[in-house]
Structures are given as structure tokens and as C-alpha cells.
């Protein structure tokens, strides 16, 4: 009887020993299913974070490429532009200072404007002079200007004037430059673009 007793004992030991080392197990592969499908779960993850970060970096790299292209090439433009104004001054700014520091050249150039201005308007304009130039200027278009003179042509003298003269309406209406600067202005923006072709071979 003691045996049986000892034997079922036992028996039911043994029954609850593997039934609980296959519920362990059961546990432990649950944990482990888990704990895989959690690291896939991560690596997925981590996969698709620096996919976005690698796609995000590659937009950037290309904005960065484009703006410095765009600023290098308006760079190169604005160069260009400086060099080719710089040219051009050089070229044209000595001779027409020197023209127009030229009495002679100055005289005839008014004598010209006013007499063709009469011709087709009126007489009724107004001439600002240099100044400084006051005195050899009123003697020499009191003898070519006089009958101009008589018929209402006024001449003026500013200081305001470094050098040409300006012309128009006796009322002040508008008034039109011709200064060396003027004419200096005329040509740059008439050679600039020749001269651009010249210096870098290309078409404006």
C-alpha cells in the first residue's frame, strides 16, 4: 500500500514537474516570440528613420547645391558687369571730360542747341551754365547769341553746374542735362554690353 501510495505520489510529482517546465517553456518561447518580434519591430524602425533622415539630407545637399550655383553664377554676372563698367569708364570717361573742359567745344555745342531749338520752337528757352565759366562764357554768346538773346533767350549760371550746360522751357517746366557725366552715362550703357562680348566671348 506504502508503495502505491509512494508511486502515485511520484506520478503526480512527476506530472506537476512537466507540467510546469512545458508551461516554462511555453513562457519562455512567448518571451522570445516577443522579444523577436519587438527587434524587428525596432530594426524597422531604425531602418525607416534614417531612410527619412538619408532622403531629408539628399533634399537639403540639392537646395544647398542649387542656392550656391544661383549665388555663384549672380556673382560671376555681378563681376562681370563691374569689370566690363570699369573697362568701359576707363575708355570713355577721359575723352569726353576733356571735351567738355573744352570752352570751344562747349560754346559751339550751345550756339548749335539754341539755334536749332529756335528753329523749330521758340526762342523762349533757358540755358544754365557752369558758373565758374561766368565771365568768358556771357561775352562770347553775347556776339553768337544776340539776336536769340533779344528774342528771349535767357542764360543763367548755377554753381550747381560742374560742367556742360542745361537747357529748356523759360517757365521751368522741364529742364534737359548735357554734362559730361550725362554723356558719360550714354556711352557706358551703349559700349557696356559690346564691351562684355569683347572681354568675357559672349552675347548679350
Known amino acids: 500500500m506504502q508503495t502505491k501510495i509512494q508511486e502515485l505520489t511520484e506520478k503526480i510529482y512527476n506530472e506537476g514537474v512537466e507540467k510546469a517546465r512545458q508551461e516554462a517553456e511555453a513562457i519562455i518561447n512567448e518571451a522570445k516570440e516577443k522579444a523577436a518580434s519587438l527587434e524587428e519591430d525596432a530594426r524597422k524602425s531604425a531602418e525607416s528613420i534614417v531612410k527619412e533622415a538619408e532622403e531629408k539630407a539628399e533634399t537639403l545637399k540639392k537646395h544647398v547645391d542649387s542656392e550656391l550655383k544661383m549665388s555663384i553664377n549672380q556673382a560671376v554676372a555681378a563681376l562681370k558687369q563691374d569689370l566690363a563698367s570699369l573697362v568701359t569708364m576707363k ?53 553768337q547769341l544776340a539776336d536769340e538773346l533779344n528774342k528771349g533767350l535767357e542764360l543763367a549760371f548755377s554753381d550747381g553746374v560742374k560742367s556742360g550746360f542745361k ?35 559672349e552675347k548679350k
Open 91 to 143: 575708355a570713355v570717361q577721359p575723352g569726353v571730360k576733356e571735351l567738355f573742359n573744352n570752352m570751344d567745344f562747349l560754346q559751339e555745342v550751345v550756339v548749335q542747341m539754341v539755334k536749332g531749338w529756335a528753329e523749330k520752337e521758340s526762342v523762349d528757352i533757358k540755358v544754365v551754365l557752369s558758373e565758374k565759366n561766368q565771365r568768358e562764357l556771357e561775352k562770347h554768346f553775347k556776339n
Open 167 to 201: 537747357v529748356g522751357p523759360a517757365d521751368g517746366s522741364y529742364q534737359i542735362s548735357f554734362s559730361d557725366q550725362d554723356f558719360i552715362n550714354f556711352f557706358k550703357t551703349y559700349l557696356r554690353p559690346k564691351t562684355s562680348e569683347l572681354l568675357f566671348e
